[in-house]
């Protein structure tokens, strides 16, 4: 179940309204197209150990599965070019993640972060594993972020942002 919402240009999932366990998103919901995971969609669900993310989505929106402490796999499509921030914060479950090289765009605290209890600081989970195409976005935001010591040479294409989108990180 879930609720789907247009913003004129695109169709993207609003809300999941189901029990968790392993999901599949489908490309179409009510034959529209979904091309977006919308900020907060998943947010909080415990119970979600398995998402699923189909070819037809090219973004996904600010904390999508932030809370999601169940979630130990995520599947992200080659069609994705956005990562917005805080994605998957507090993802507890989730341990490592394989970045496609077509992502162009990740923004702060997508992957790799917590909130520390004692403080309520973001914090990053220093035992998660980012996996990526050298030289590539999630190459940068792994090595900018402290999850890789390879060194990040290229001639870029895309960069990553704060949320201040000011270019600093």
Do not use: M, W
Not at 3 to 21: A, M, Q, R, S, V
Not at 56 to 77: D, H, M, R
Request: charged share 25%.
């Amino acid at each position: 179940e879930a609720n789907i919402d247009t913003d004129e240009y695109i169709y993207y999932l609003k809300k999941y309204k189901g029990t968790g366990g392993d999901i599949v998103i489908p490309s179409e919901i009510n034959g529209k197209k979904i091309e977006k995971i919308g900020n907060g969609a998943f947010s909080g669900n415990t119970s979600l150990t398995s998402i699923t993310i189909p070819d037809s989505v090219t973004s996904i929106g600010y904390e999508a599965f932030k809370g999601c402490t169940s979630l130990k796999s995520v599947n992200i499509p080659d069609s994705v070019k956005t990562v917005d921030s805080r994605a998957f914060l507090n993802c507890t479950s989730l341990k490592s993640i394989t970045i496609p090289e077509g992502v162009q765009n990740i923004y702060d605290y997508a992957f790799g972060y917590i909130t520390d209890t004692d403080s309520d600081a973001i914090i990053k989970d220093e035992d998660f594993v980012i996996n990526y195409v050298s030289g590539s976005t999630a190459h940068y935001y792994a090595y900018s972020n402290g999850f890789t010591d390879e060194k990040y040479f290229t001639d870029a294409k895309y960069f990553i942002t704060s949320e201040k989108n000011d270019g600093n990180i």
